[in-house]
């Protein structure tokens, strides 16, 4: 009989655990806000209480007094992070957001299956080492096809292509708490590159032939209310960032819950099953499985009094699994906890569970087997960001 495996010493390593939900749904029903003196952070796991947390105005993205992490500070890496408005609560963001709002909610997502393929032909994809491959699509594809959504030219350009996609990884990858000193060096170059790239692509506009690029619109209307063409340029590269990790976490927990199912002899081209895969893989073994919030003032929170500048983990995938709350808070409702609520909630919830699908359905075009892929695989070590690495 299988050992039982050991739950997670915190919700910090329950984000690579094996199987967190059991010990999720625990701290959901059990803890739903507590302090967890050796992590030095409150803990919200209740959809309630993170929703309380999210919704409170004194909570920060970012410890006031430290805008930008320490390790990229002073960096082109961290010029770039300190731009982004995921990461910001000045109130300068506020006409920005607007329009991005706006202009993501506007993208057209109908064929985003025709074009990941097409876009996908120009990726190799090396049949005697599946793992490698499948972990190169799943953080390239994502980002060539949120570039594409954009309207930058990354079609029939596979050059220019490969390395924004790898620029873009990299940059992700030297936001983690865990980046060594040198993926943080790789970081600030990608960043370099990636604000040239953009500030080029966005005064060259789109060819007179072509439709009007969403990207033009965003910066036309940028423009307009008085944002700065540097601060949009960051944006569009942010956008990319915000596709890269999270969708390759949901694109290979897709893969994982297909090979499990696969194993119970399911198939996975039933029409509408890469839809339902995807749904429920975003409540149920999400990519994104924590956030965190920072006081800006004292503040009395779920019952208990924080002071200003303590740290809250928002523990996303325990409140999807909570199941104390029927309706609205819980993991029932429309909107997956994984994509977080309120003043940052994710924009770009619909359009990456459209390019997860169509990544998915690529990969097995090609010939990924996820019943052979979910033999053999643990997960990249992260804080918040649960991605499966193949081997
Ligand atoms: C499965 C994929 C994704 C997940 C799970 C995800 C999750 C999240 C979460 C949890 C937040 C809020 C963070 C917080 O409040 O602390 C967020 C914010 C954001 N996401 Fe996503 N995201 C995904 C894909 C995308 C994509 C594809 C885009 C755009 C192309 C995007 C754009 C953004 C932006 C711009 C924000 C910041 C919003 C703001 O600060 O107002 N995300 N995302």
Redesign the pocket.
Known sequence: MPMPIPMPSDPLAAVTHADPAPYYRGLAARRPFYRDEALGLWVAAGAAEVAAVLAHPASR?RPPAQPVPPGLAGSPAGALFGGL??MNDSAWNAPL?GV?LKR?AALELGGMRQRVSALAQGLPFDLTQPGAAVNHWMFSLPVLA?ADALGLAVAGQPGVAMQAAAQVTAFARAMSPLATAQEIAAGSEAATWLQAWMRESLSVGAPASAPGRPLDALQREALAAGVAKEVIATNAI??LI??CE??A??VGNMLVRLGREMAQGRCPDESGALRDVAALVLRED???QN?RRFLATDARLCGADLKAGDGVLLV?AAASLDERMPGECAGKASRPW???AG???????A??AS??QAVVAALLARGADPAALVRAFRYRPSLNTRIPHFL
């Not at 003043?343 to 919830?349: L, Y």
């Open positions: 993205v408005i995921r957001k991005l993501m949120v942010g956008l915000q596709a999270a969708t976490g949901l999400p990519p994104v956030t996303l994984t994509f977080g003043r940052h909630a994710c924009p770009g919830d359009l990456a390019v997860a």
